[in-house]
């Protein structure tokens, strides 16, 4: 089992731990994601993941039927998340290869590493704050991914944000801590939320 197995699988919990504490009613809350609800963060995951243009559907994975998203988003998800996570912990099916378009030809569990653990880390984030609880981000998955973004090329980050995938850094103060760093790469700001309990 390798180091994305574990990585996705702690991501995906904290996720999992989100989805559980939505209200019926705050699925239509906005989320930080511009025309985004809270639901819509879940179908954005539950719609890229599967394919059929990337992922489960480049590497031939097939997870089964699907509740959708708008009648049951907790259900849809662990579908997703079990199809992934059951596919890494095939050692055989996390290193098939297969062409990822711009990406190039990759291992399942490279791709995974690249686009879904980071993706699911901050949907986790979003997610928590349509909802208005603390999002419970692993404090490792933080440290990996602050150390990723301020790595970053800046020709590399130019063409991530001509990809269309990406919108404009937020500005931050000099002294940000990493969190605000992460956020800001991916155009979220950090200001405190209005919380509510977490239950």
């Given at each position: 089992m390798g180091?994305?197995?574990?990585?996705?699988?702690?991501?995906?919990?904290?996720?999992?731990?989100v989805v559980d504490t939505v209200d019926d009613d705050a699925w239509s809350n906005p989320s930080p994601c511009a025309g985004w609800t809270a639901r819509d963060v879940v179908g954005h995951l539950v719609e890229w993941i599967p394919g059929p243009g990337f992922l489960l559907g480049s590497f031939g994975i097939d997870p089964g039927p699907i509740p959708p998203v708008?009648?049951?988003?907790?259900?849809?998800?662990?579908?997703?998340?079990?199809?992934?996570?059951?596919a890494l912990d095939n050692s055989a099916t996390a290193a098939r290869r297969a062409d990822c378009g711009p990406l190039g030809e990759l291992s399942f569990d490279?791709?995974?590493?690249?686009?879904?653990?980071?993706?699911?880390?901050?949907?986790?984030?979003?997610?928590?704050?349509?909802v208005g609880i603390e999002a419970p981000l692993d404090p490792a998955e933080l440290a990996r991914q602050h150390t990723a973004v301020t790595s970053v090329p800046p020709d590399v980050d130019a063409a991530m944000r001509n990809s269309?995938?990406?919108g404009p850094r937020?500005?931050?103060?000099?002294?940000a801590d990493p969190l605000t760093e992460v956020l800001a790469f991916y155009?979220?700001?950090?200001?405190?939320?209005?919380?509510?309990?977490?239950?």
């Open positions: 180091d994305a197995a574990e990585r996705f699988r702690q991501v995906a919990a904290d996720f999992t731990t708008g009648d049951d988003p907790s259900g849809a998800w662990a579908v997703v998340r079990d199809a992934v996570q059951s490279a791709a995974v590493a690249m686009t879904v653990i980071s993706d699911v880390f901050v949907h986790t984030w979003d997610l928590a704050r349509a269309g995938h990406y937020s500005p931050i103060a000099v002294d155009g979220r700001r950090s200001d405190p939320p209005n919380l509510r309990r977490h239950r």
